[in-house]
């Protein structure tokens, strides 16, 4: 646990900063501590924002732990304030530690599948639905 701790660092993010992109590798686990940020999708250069987290939430720590690259927008809303770790500072960290690594793997793989990836999927094909059957998309 110390190691952990000696690897992380603080993040301020100001309000109405985009965090990351669709498609944008994971650099960084960012453990939220204050303020909110909303996730969202991209539709034909249109962002649409659906999701709203705040304190006691992590960003990328899926996408860290999985090797994978954000398939949702992060944006700020207020001012954020965190602690981060990099993502090759985890790896190792957890390499060292299985107990630790299957219990942030779970934590992780819970809440993005639950909170994040299932509902923004939903709302995201409903809205590509939406344009389908529009009359200026065609």
């Not at 453990?31 to 250069?45: A, D, P, R, S």
């Not at 996408?63 to 700020?76: E, P, S, V």
């Not at 299985?98 to 299932?118: C, L």
Request: with cysteine.
């Amino acid at each position: 646990m110390i190691r952990f701790m000696n690897n992380l660092e603080i993040r301020m993010l100001n309000t109405n900063v985009v965090i990351n992109m669709e498609m944008d590798e994971c650099l960084e686990v960012i453990f939220v501590e204050k303020g909110l940020y909303k996730v969202g999708y991209q539709i034909n250069n249109q962002q649409f924002f659906k999701r709203r987290f705040g304190m006691f939430t992590s960003i990328g720590g899926f996408q860290a732990c999985y090797d994978k690259r954000y398939d949702f927008i992060y944006k700020t809303i207020t001012d954020l304030k965190g602690i981060a770790i990099r993502k090759t500072s985890l790896k190792l960290i957890l390499e060292d530690f299985p107990d630790f690594k299957i219990q942030m793997k779970n934590k992780f793989w819970t809440h993005y599948s639950q909170e994040v990836y299932q509902p923004l999927k939903k709302c995201k094909n409903i809205d590509m639905l939406d344009f389908n059957y529009r009359e200026d998309f065609k």
